[in-house]
């Protein structure tokens, strides 16, 4: 009675463990998301192109409109100049896709950046199509010459064997700090620390597109 009492005793308890041992490895194996990035986007600054062209239209006409939208961004080239010297990475892609994969790894998923046109792993959950347009700085309110930063990326986020779409989701992110030009460019510790946060934070909320946003 007693050994038979104790061999149930010892199955039950291999039961239990192998269970817990399945469950264990099963919350270890994280979902994989494949990332195909189309764009790495383009440093911009978006100042004087920020204002509006309409009196240039309906003072000159369409041609003296032309020339001051060119004269505008003439302009811009010269800022983007200007601030190149003082910004640790002017590229868009790094630190914005590193930090989609750090809050996707925050709540369990793996990242996989592939090329346009591979075909999807086995573990595969979700694809992520990113083409990111332009990041910079550009000017939020012309009455105070405020600028901030900015990111404007377009993307999918699909299932395996899902056919894209023809209309991309939309992502405009902007800095809530804002100032001055002048100031900005004064303040290079200021602007990397914008720039930075800003590609962070919409890493960030492409991922979150991910976790929350798809069943």
Request: with cysteine; hydrophobic share 45%; glycine share 6%.
């Amino acid at each position: 009675m007693f050994t038979v009492r104790n061999t149930f005793l010892i199955a039950g308890l291999a039961l239990l463990t192998t269970i817990a041992s399945t469950d264990s490895l099963g919350e270890d194996i994280p979902l994989t998301v494949s990332l195909e990035i189309e764009a790495v986007g383009k440093f911009e600054i978006i100042h004087s192109r920020a204002e509006s062209t309409a009196t240039g239209a309906v003072l000159f006409g369409l041609i003296g409109a032309g020339i001051s939208e060119s004269n505008r961004a003439g302009k811009d080239k010269r800022r983007k100049e200007a601030i190149a010297p003082f910004l640790d990475n002017m590229a868009c892609a790094p630190m914005l896709i590193e930090a989609t994969e750090e809050r996707l790894d925050e709540k369990g998923f793996k990242l996989r950046t592939v090329d346009a046109g591979d075909p999807n792993e086995p573990d595969v959950a979700y694809v992520i199509v990113l083409k990111i347009g332009t990041c910079g700085f550009k000017m939020m309110d012309s009455q105070t010459d405020e600028v901030a930063a900015f990111v404007v990326a377009e993307y999918h986020i699909l299932k395996p064997g899902q056919k894209k779409p023809k209309k991309r989701s939309r992502m405009l992110i902007t800095g809530k700090h804002r100032q001055s030009w002048e100031a900005l460019v004064a303040s290079p510790e200021v602007a990397n620390a914008e720039f930075a946060a800003i590609k962070i934070k919409a890493g960030r909320r492409l991922a979150n597109k991910v976790i929350y946003d798809n069943p």
